[in-house]
């Protein structure tokens, strides 16, 4: 029998990174780290905020990158690597994938999660997740949840309504228990309406665990917990780093009989089977990893992450093209983001030399600016940056966001890209017209030039390799195929959260409701720089014959693609779904499906989209639970959420739960049932026929109605219930 203290210490951790070790169990300590896109293990002083260096790890791309492919196949073989890498670093349960919803480009933390849109950020963190517990080591999945900003994480409290946060920032977190069964899933620091999410009993245990089926560990982030009391209670397991007051407030709690031994329990076995499922995974251990092979791994999945916005067929270039290149980020690449997550990578490719192995010879650049925080560049730099444009047929200008522009630990107060960047591109444009700008950045910038230059390359935050994957697309080695997992904005303005980020004291009210990213920006109309699922190629696609079958399992998707340009290149295929009858509020579309192929010139193939059913379904508030509606439902299949290629629909049979007939139901209610209209009528009839009229009243509720016509409620709740039971059969 092992003693309630050893259970009691088992939920919470040793020290900074560790579980404790429970002797009587024979049940030593396991080691946790960050990640995700790569093993952050931590040899000397610990620290979560990525102060310290970790031992070298290939630093895969972070979510930005992996969202850009929408590729989960890769994604697995990504986190097949990073088992094989904590393995080999005797890490058993990696901190990631993170994969809240980026409600607001300026979320500084946005680098490190993968969409706007739940289906997306679902289907590529299952697939992580897959990889990395396929290979016998657990994951995290985080920051569960409402966790979409830095500002004041901590102690904010996100303001949703029930269908918003079921339907956009709930769903992928469902998908992945369901899909890929994480060990850990990570409870976030801010407060859900109301209540500390460490001490959420709604979301850690009747959503989590009653809904969902979760059956393993709730760990909280690093110093998430106030009170580890209500923390059990409420249905966390394991509370990190150590807080030896916190475990013996749990000590003292039990001796008062504020807590039961059986909740300790719960939380011990749970624990205790995590630490054994990665002590086993942990067995016969490699003793290193194959870093070149891991690294040309990162190189590959750069290559896919790469997301060409725009390209009037500058590019791709030749080697005999005489390209300057300006802009720091070309010899010091700007990779990774700031915080937790920062890996110490084991290579460091950089596009500068990339481009000079490509075109054989050393080629012009200047730095145009500097990423060194505190330094300034003399002032010739501009003016050696404006020279090296000039002598050259085409300029590789490489910008972005800085280290300190975004991190964990605070939001952007702005989209724009640096101003020493803009005013040093109008220079570069006024002295060479073909600049092609190339982007390192974790989340959207504004891009006021984009009809101003030749071309625009979105490199995202691409991992160690990211450096050779950018020349590689600029060149042609490489086809392009990423897309983009979020929209870029004209203005921060337009941005559908804009009114109602980061909030206050109060809290942050999530105002926007359903109309998260694409969502809102469709329902109003807004133009955007480049929207939702947008990304270009070399070569061109053509779609043809689509067809949509509803079939018990959902919606069967087929379409045709065929490759109609000159080179061979991957294609992803987006499935939207829209209700135009719908009686809710529906955004216009929602992606539903997505698959992803690979043609040679002139090669067609078959695409097929799987749509769940319940995929269709909505989150009905009144009858508290996910409703499909009858009906009509549309599907658009395109290549981005605004380049809708074909359109066919389908009638869904729908699961509409009975609603009886109340005193409370209006007249529209009331006729819409069979049989009613009849017994309405004479109630009606006293407001004569006029039209404008009976438009009024379709909006009366019943007891209104009786009341307004003398009538006698007990023989007409008689006629409801009889019509009420009918309707059941
Ligand atoms: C972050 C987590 C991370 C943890 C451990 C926290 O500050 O929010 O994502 O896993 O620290 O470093």
């Known amino acids: ?96 994938p993170g994969m809240n919803i980026k409600r607001s480009p300026l979320c500084g933390r946005n680098f ?34 409402a966790n979409n900003q830095e500002t004041d994480r901590m102690r904010r409290d996100s303001q949703v309504d029930e269908r918003t946060l079921r339907e956009v920032y709930l769903r992928g977190f469902a998908k992945v228990v369901r899909a890929a069964r994480p060990w850990t899933i990570m409870c976030s620091y801010n407060k859900l309406n109301g209540t500390q999410v460490s001490e959420n009993h709604w979301l850690l245990t009747e959503v989590l665990r009653d809904e969902w089926g979760y059956d ?9 917990v106030w009170n580890r009391v209500e923390a059990l209670k409420a249905g966390l397991d394991l509370e990190m780093p150590a807080n030896q007051q916190h475990e013996d407030a749990v000590r003292d709690a039990l001796a008062a009989g504020e807590i039961d031994e059986a909740t300790i329990d719960q939380a011990y076995r749970r624990v205790e089977d995590m630490v054994r499922k990665g002590l086993a995974g942990l067995a016969d251990a490699p003793d290193g990893f194959d870093v070149e092979a891991h690294h040309a791994l990162a190189r590959r999945t750069a290559e896919e992450a790469v997301v060409l916005l725009s390209n009037d067929g500058i590019l791709p270039l030749t080697p005999q093209t005489r390209v300057a290149v300006v802009g720091e980020f070309a010899r010091t690449p700007r990779y990774q983001g700031a915080g937790s997550s920062r890996v110490n990578p084991t290579r460091l490719d950089n596009a500068l030399d990339a481009i000079s192995a490509i075109v054989g010879h050393d080629v012009p650049f200047a730095p145009g600016f500097t990423t060194a925080p505190g330094q300034d560049l003399p002032a010739s ?61 974790g989340s ?21 390799a990211g450096g050779a994957a950018l020349a590689d697309v600029v060149f042609g080695a490489v086809n392009p195929s990423g897309k983009l997992t979020e929209t870029i904005p004209r203005r921060l303005e337009d941005v559908p959260s804009f009114l109602h980020f980061p909030g206050d004291d109060s809290g942050v009210r999530y105002g926007e409701g359903l109309f998260v990213g694409y969502r809102g920006y469709d329902a109003a109309g807004t133009e955007v720089a480049f929207p939702f699922g947008h990304g270009l190629s070399y070569t061109s696609f053509d779609y043809s014959d689509l067809g949509v079958v509803a079939n018990d399992s959902g919606l069967a998707v087929t379409v045709t693609v065929t490759n109609t340009g000159g080179r061979a290149g991957r294609e992803v295929v987006q499935a939207y779904v829209s209700v135009p009858a719908s009686r809710v509020v529906r955004v216009p579309r929602e992606l539903k499906g997505f698959a992803a192929v690979t043609l040679e010139p002139g090669e067609s193939r078959q695409v097929e989209i799987a749509i769940a059913a319940e995929e269709l379904s909505y989150w009905s508030v009144i009858d508290s639970g996910w409703v499909t509606e009858g009906g009509t439902y549309v599907v658009e299949v395109g290549s981005s ?89």
């Open 381 to 441: 730099a501009h003016d050696d940056a404006i020279a090296v444009a000039r002598d050259a047929d085409v300029v590789l200008a490489f910008l972005g966001l800085g280290e300190s522009h975004e991190s964990e630990g605070y939001d952007r107060e702005t989209c724009d890209l640096p101003a020493e960047q803009l005013a040093l591109l109008k220079d570069l444009l006024s002295a060479n017209p073909n600049v092609v700008v190339v982007l390192s950045n």
């Open 112 to 145: 490190e999660y993968f969409a706007e849109d739940p289906l997306v950020a679902g289907e590529l963190a299952s697939a992580l997740v897959n990889g990395i517990q396929g290979g016998g080591v657990g994951t995290s999945v985080k920051h569960f949840a």
């Open 216 to 224: 393993g560990v709730v760990v909280s982030d690093w110093g998430a």
């Open 641 to 729: 959420s605004r380049d809708l290629r074909l359109t066919a629909s389908a009638q869904v049979a729908g699961n509409e739960p009975f609603r009886p007939l109340s005193l409370t139901s209006t007249v529209a209610e009331a006729v819409a049932v069979p049989g009613f209209e009849a017994v309405l009528a004479p109630l009606l009839s006293v407001f004569g026929e006029d039209p404008e009229l009976m438009k009024m009243m379709e909006s009366m509720p019943l007891a209104a109605l009786l009341g307004f016509s003398g009538q006698p409620e007990d023989a007409f709740v008689a006629v409801l219930d009889g019509l009420n039971a009918a309707g059941k059969q």
């Open 444 to 464: 959207s910038v504004l891009l006021p030039f984009a009809d101003k230059v030749r071309a625009i390359v979105e490199g995202w935050l691409l991992g160690q």
């Open 1 to 96: 029998m092992t003693d309630i203290n050893d259970k009691i210490a088992l939920t919470g951790g040793a020290d900074f990174w560790n579980t404790h070790a429970i002797e009587a169990d024979g049940l030593p300590r396991m080691t946790m780290t960050d990640g995700p896109h790569g093993v952050r293990l931590q040899t000397a002083s610990a620290d979560h905020i990525g102060i310290n260096d970790s031992v070298p790890a290939t630093c895969f791309p972070p979510a930005v990158g992996l969202a850009s492919t929408w590729n989960p196949a890769l994604l697995e073989e990504v986190g097949a690597a990073l088992a094989e890498e904590c393995r080999a670093l005797n890490v058993g349960v990696l901190l990631g």
